[in-house]
DNA sequence: ACACTGTATGCGTATATACGCATATGCTTG
DNA sequence: CAAGCATATGCGTATATACGCATACAGTGT
């Protein structure tokens, strides 16, 4: 474990690397694919029927995905199959929408004042 | 708890909203922003400081997170203090440092093949 | 009221990237 | 090897947003 347990200092690079992590989460899209596959590998056209994008453009951010570590890839025959490779991506997941929940509960609650 | 559990159909919505937190801690500066705050509560000016941005910089992405609901905001005199009031960005931000963390050391191991 | 300090905002520009369209690539089968 | 299907990519356009600069706004002290 090398430099780990110390959060302290971030680097700019290490910070680039976050960021990117989070932008990559950042797109409708992308998240709605890493949903459909939260059930399991699924191949391309599986997803592009599911998520009812065009072809190329579910192909493109499942690039972006599996470029990022979070997803896998693995051919037979004509079809790629695409896979979670990355687990962090459930709690991930998790925390922001129960954060996003609480959020529009205490919103809720704010007007619901009696 | 509301339709919390049931994780299945994400709406566009939700899926908007959650691609939107994602965005928001997509970019370094803000990501910068947040772990100085990580120690406590501190003045823009400390923040601008800290961070080597211009204040007008700073400010805008203090606003950003404030609107996202992740910052707190109080006055005080001139002073304007931030601090973290989503407290989910704590474990949120180890989930992906350690995420990357691992996903550094499975690379190194790729070359060090012996 | 004036000057001063800390913070926010309007505007223009540069950069990133999502999407649609067409086309290329890869694999399988006749 | 020709045809056909699944997936990927090149390119142009539209949109979003980060940043710098100047300036506005707010609260404090003289």
Do not use: W
């Not at 493109?60 to 490779?85: M, N």
Request: aromatic letters at 6%; charged letters at 25%; proline letters at 4%.
């Amino acid at each position: 474990m090398a430099k780990a347990k110390n959060a302290r200092l971030m680097t700019d690079e290490a910070l680039a690397l976050v960021a990117r992590r989070f932008a990559v989460l950042s797109e409708p899209m992308r998240l709605r694919l890493l949903h459909a596959l939260f059930a399991g590998e699924k191949p391309v056209n599986a997803l592009v029927e599911i998520t009812q994008g065009t072809q190329a453009n579910v192909s493109r951010h499942l690039q972006t995905l599996a470029d990022a570590g979070l997803l896998a890839r693995r051919k037979e025959g004509l079809q790629v199959f695409y896979s979670i490779a990355d687990p962090s991506i459930f709690p991930l997941c998790e925390l922001v929408c129960g954060s996003l929940e609480k959020q529009h509960a205490q919103r809720a609650d704010a007007f619901a004042r009696r």
